[in-house]
């Protein structure tokens, strides 16, 4: 994930933060469902105060941007990704069905790819 926070801006480093991680969901390189890293493994990387990660992802969540999930930790909505909810859920629904029936990723990505016709 390519962030960097310009501590010479007058824009806050969690805007920065928060401006970035919105601007790569939209532009597709953070796809829905990808998971952002944990805030204190950010901050260490950004060189931030963990607060001020923690800023940022609340102010994405509160967006609807991003989703914390718990334990599973916070990933890319849907509505961030630019993606309807029911594209996602199709794609949810498919991987869920592949898995049970034991059919490899690859497998089930080429029959993603013949269905599109790609």
Known sequence: MDIRVDPD????????????I???????????????PPVRTLAADLR???????RAYRELEAAGLV???GRLGTVITARAA????????????YAATTRSLGV???TALALV????GL
């Open 67 to 69: 989703e914390t999930r």
């Open 104 to 106: 490899p990723p690859e």
């Open 82 to 93: 630019g993606t309807s909810v029911r594209a996602q859920q199709a794609a949810d629904s």
């Open 113 to 116: 790819r013949a269905a599109l």
């Open 22 to 36: 919105a601007a790569l969901a939209a532009g597709g390189d953070l796809p829905a469902g990808y998971k952002l």
């Open 48 to 54: 931030l105060a963990v607060n001020t990660v923690a």
């Open 9 to 20: 801006s007058p824009t806050p480093p969690y805007e920065q933060v928060r401006l970035r």
